[in-house]
């Protein structure tokens, strides 16, 4: 029930860019992305509905392709402050329900 | 309140006692879940509540974890008989519509069981 995130974990050179897969055995009604700085918090980045629609704000877009169940995370020209480890949250279709399951975790550790 | 809050933030505890966390939402937030996430682990869902609706509890793993919401406002998680498995950062959300929209996360309630 679990998304599968992959890669596990990615080191950059500032500037390089990336791409964070997020794969799940079930239809998906919603696919949000989150980013966890150590010891903080997870903060939202955003959310795709079905529907096959991207999104994107500034150099991190993300792509959601409800035949395949898969979304991707894609970020560009990499910056010291994308440093963290990167969530995906499925909502599956059907259900009595709409809880948020977590993936795996990726973790993006960018470097001068 | 501007954000989520949790308290409280540390909690330390002995094997076999009982803790209370607490978590405020948003006001005016009808979804809430509680997460739990272990030393560098992804967050495990816990339970979630949506309104008046039933919760869905089916992530709580074991009957000594027990949650309550009042109405639209605060929830309390409680782990009954504390085990040195149970430690962990325990992380509240809540969302003014569920997986449709955005969650907001508090800054959790890092428990520590001896």
């Known amino acids: 029930q679990q998304p599968v995130q992959s890669p596990q974990a990615v080191i950059l050179r500032e500037g390089e860019d990336a791409v964070i897969n997020c794969s799940s055995s079930k239809a998906l009604y919603s696919v949000h992305w989150y980013r966890q700085k150590h010891g903080e918090a997870p903060v939202f980045l955003m959310i795709?509905?079905?529907?096959?629609e991207q999104k994107g704000h500034d150099k991190i877009s993300a792509s959601f392709n409800e035949k395949k169940q898969q979304s991707s995370l894609y970020l560009t020209a990499s910056q010291l402050s994308y440093s963290g480890t990167y969530f995906c949250?499925?909502?599956?279709?059907?259900?009595?329900?709409?809880?948020?399951?977590f993936g795996t975790g990726t973790l993006l550790a960018v470097q001068p | 309140g501007a954000g989520v809050s949790q308290s409280p933030s540390n909690k330390v505890t002995e094997k076999g006692k009982d803790v209370e966390l607490r978590c405020d939402p948003i006001?005016?937030?009808?979804?809430l879940y509680w997460y739990r996430q272990r030393l560098g682990q992804g967050l495990e869902f816990l339970i979630y509540?949506?309104?008046?609706?039933?919760?869905?509890k089916s992530g709580l793993p074991s009957d000594r974890f027990s949650a309550e919401r009042t109405g639209e406002s605060v929830s309390t998680l409680t782990i009954q008989r504390t085990q040195q498995e149970d430690s962990a950062v325990y992380l509240c959300?809540?969302?003014?519509?569920?997986?449709?929209?955005?969650?907001?996360f508090g800054s959790g309630t890092q428990l520590s069981v001896l």
């Open positions: 949250g499925t909502a599956s279709q059907g259900g009595a329900t709409n809880k948020l399951i």
């Open positions: 509540f949506q309104g008046n609706s039933a919760p869905d």
């Open positions: 006001s005016g937030h009808t979804a």
């Open positions: 795709l509905l079905k529907g096959g």
């Open positions: 959300a809540s969302s003014s519509q569920g997986v449709v929209e955005k969650l907001f």
